[in-house]
């Protein structure tokens, strides 16, 4: 059974003239569990999975799998298995002659394709032309490259995106069931939800740079309660409440009370002579805590 190694980033930094792709990227994907590398749009996610595949050159830093860069592994297709584009097939090529092609190459068995193929559900479809698949097709198309050689470790960016249903729900099984043998699994995504179900633990990155990095658990702060306020007395209403001992921030929409009930904050407001014109109790949860960290709007 094939065996997952770490996938290492040092220091991995990208520029592109003055504009700072990744930023000093220092971090270590463990074998066994899934991973999700998360960031909104424009991030850094897939310049960072192109510099881990050798497609991009860092302007300083390593990523290397087990201590090896991807150009100097001894059996590439073998080791990893990657899938960047879901469209980077030729059209006019069947599925089963297009992982065939790759399989030559790399001295793989002449029955990978196929087993490939059978994986992902594909089979049925082996010999219809790619540019006839549907993009949910064509991910698994993509998965099934990856898994050409049986390799010990998968890295897929953004490989729900275009499934159903049923296909996200078999990806996910899929996808636990490998890094239960062991295997390294590193799946991106912008979204949260869509990978919360599948990751055990999770990186996320904003404008190039780390900004957490833990468990899928260490993301929900539930049990942190938060107060949201206001009043047309705003600015009194946020001093009494500092007064009586509470953090609070202003938001466009009031005032952001942490570690508090609401009633407790009304009858602050109660007890200081101030009408409120909004009063509702806040939990943070892990899609909220997530937009906080990549700095977008809308958690609160």
Known sequence: MPTGVPIEFA????????????????VTIE?????????????GKTTTLRM?????????????FGGTPYAKLASPLSTVGASLEAASFHPGRSARNHLAVH??????????????LEKVGL???????????SLGMRQRLGLAFALLGDPGVLVLDEPINGLDPEGIKWIRLLLRAMAAEGRTV???SHLLSEVQQTVDDVIIISHGALVH???????DTSDSKQVQVNADERDRLAEVIRAAGYEVSNLRSGVLVENAAAADIGRIAFEAGIPLTALSQKRTGLEESFLTLVGEEGAL
Do not use: M, W
């Open 186 to 188: 590193l799946i991106s």
């Open 213 to 219: 990095r833990g468990e899928l658990s260490s993301l």
């Open 123 to 133: 089979s049925g479809y082996a010999n219809r032309r790619v540019g006839g698949y």
């Open 52 to 64: 881990l595949l050798g497609l991009v050159r860092p302007t300083s830093g390593t990523a290397t």
């Open 11 to 26: 220091s991995l930094t990208k520029t592109f003239g003055s504009v700072s792709a990744v930023s000093g990227l220092t």
């Open 103 to 116: 399989a030559q190459a790399a001295g793989l068995p002449k029955t990978a394709p196929d087993a490939a």
């Open 31 to 43: 074998p066994g569990q899934v991973t999700g590398f998360l960031g909104p749009n424009g991030a």
